[in-house]
């Protein structure tokens, strides 16, 4: 009976401390960068959320479509109405993998570099996405950095004739995120 | 008992790594869902500001200037000596500038009886989900008219106030779907000085609007004002107006029809002449530009 309740412990307190190795933010940074000929545009959306789990490398962002911030309000109008139809798609997703989660270590200070699998979701269409993110550890501050492109034709968004040199067809996407450890 | 253990402990063991699998299944969902505290805003029931001639539930976006360019050509029924009346064309220049989520501000100048008005625009609801839920936008507008024509009879005794104008209207409306918005414009228009006794100096009405959107980027919107018996000479009628609101990147172009020739709440709901049975419609555009100004804080 003994070696039972042993078993048990070890489980539960390996569960524990793999609970204890997810982070997570609501206020991660995701912004989009748009080059086009005619026009620059740049929106930045600070309220995205993310669990990252460093035991497994699973990663999970999420964004409201909403919340992202244009210089230009007809712009951000445009954006809602025209192209994301964000009333009918309210949010973009990321579920992903760290490839070699064993290279962070959170333990220590540090910038660790790691490739990133994983698909993500808009306006129902999910594409995957292969990037490299950047972790850094400093006095248990983790933080992420990421940059990958998508073209929006991808996610079927097409872009009229008329302001075809103002809207580029691959937009780069920024992601910079602050993590705090996941209490639960 | 040696059996009976080992079943213990993968049935513990199975039951941990389900609960495990379970978390990176959905790793958000440990932050709970919080879409419930989040307040959702409607936005965009119409493409502007105005409808076609009434202003619509939508203000100018805080810290962008739209300048407006409007016309309205002479009447269908002038045929092809005015080339359905390209040839007369009546003007409004004006300037909306949003100064907060609720509230914009506005001038303009009216070729017809060199006119001019200035507005303001305060919304006091905002249809949204969400952690706050109300149902209708609500917006209460007040705008002044001043006319600036040479008196007709200078020798006479001529006051300043019998040159303006004042409308004050409660403007209700709702983005019923993606897109289909309606919105009432419970107004009333005050003259200061009318034409013969047998005109009112207050003119109660009520304007019902509609947008239905055709494609992303064109809708249809048409208005109606309907204004109380008794209170107008019989000349006038009410105003009915159908038009395209169509949308290249920063410019809206609004085409229609009215019989409606000024485009200030005093003209186009106290003084329509125009009817639709007899082709007194105008053809007539407003072109609206935005500029920003400013970055409005978030």
Not at chain 1, 150 to 162: M, Q
């Amino acid at each position: 009976m003994n070696k039972i309740a042993f078993f048990i412990l070890t489980a539960v307190l390996c569960a524990g401390s793999v609970q204890a190795q997810k982070h997570f933010t609501r206020e991660g940074k995701i912004s989009f960068y748009s080059d086009a000929p005619m026009e620059k545009i740049e929106a930045h959306n600070q309220q995205a959320t993310a669990v990252v789990d460093f035991a497994t490398g699973a990663i999970e962002f999420a964004a409201l479509i909403k919340a992202f911030q244009f210089e230009k309000a007809l712009m951000q109008e445009h954006f809602n109405e025209n192209y994301m139809e964000s009333t009918k798609y309210p949010k973009a997703t990321f579920k992903g993998q760290i490839i070699e989660p064993g290279k962070i270590d959170l333990k220590k200070d540090g910038t660790y570099s790691v490739k990133v699998k994983g698909a993500l979701t808009m306006r129902d269409v999910t594409k995957d996405v292969d990037t490299e993110a950047t972790f850094v550890v400093s006095k248990g501050v983790v933080s992420a950095t990421s940059a990958f492109k998508v073209a929006v034709a991808d996610y079927g968004i097409s872009i009229p004739k008329v302001v075809a040199e103002k809207i580029a067809k691959i937009v780069d996407v920024k992601v910079d995120v602050k993590l705090a450890a996941l209490a639960k | 008992m040696a059996t009976k253990r080992l079943h213990l402990f993968f049935t513990i063991s199975a039951l941990l790594l389900a609960g495990l699998l379970q978390a990176q299944d959905d790793l958000l969902s440990l932050l709970g869902d919080d879409a419930a505290e989040e307040t959702d805003y409607a936005t965009a029931a119409f493409k502007t500001n105005r409808v076609i001639n009434l202003h619509s539930l939508e203000n100018t976006a805080p810290g962008v200037m739209d300048f407006k360019i409007s016309h309205r050509f002479g009447t269908l029924d002038g045929g092809l000596y005015n080339i359905f009346g390209l040839d007369l064309a009546t003007i409004r220049l004006g300037l909306d500038l949003g100064v907060t989520d609720n509230l914009a501000i506005g001038l303009g100048r009216s070729s017809l009886e060199k006119t001019y008005d200035g507005y303001v625009k305060y919304k006091f609801l905002r249809q949204s989900t969400g952690k706050r839920n109300v149902p209708i936008t609500a917006a209460l507008f007040a705008s002044a008219a001043i006319q600036t024509l040479k008196w007709a009879e200078p020798d006479r005794e001529n006051l300043f106030s019998s040159r303006l104008y004042y409308t004050f209207q409660l403007i209700l409306g709702r983005k019923i779907s993606d897109g289909f918005s309606v919105q009432l414009s419970p107004t009333i228009v005050h003259r200061n000085l009318v034409r013969t006794s047998a005109e009112k100096n207050d003119v109660p009405a009520l304007g019902i609007a509609a947008r239905q959107k055709l494609s992303k980027r064109i809708a249809v919107n048409a208005e109606y004002i309907y204004v109380m018996p008794d209170r107008l000479a019989p000349e006038f009628r009410n105003s009915l107006s159908i038009g395209f609101d169509i949308e290249t990147g920063g410019h809206v172009f609004q085409l229609h029809f009215t019989n409606s020739t000024s485009m200030i709440e005093r003209g186009f709901i106290a003084e329509t002449t125009g009817s639709w049975a007899d082709m007194g419609v105008h053809f007539g555009f407003n072109i609206s530009r935005v500029f920003t100004m400013w970055q409005p804080k978030r």
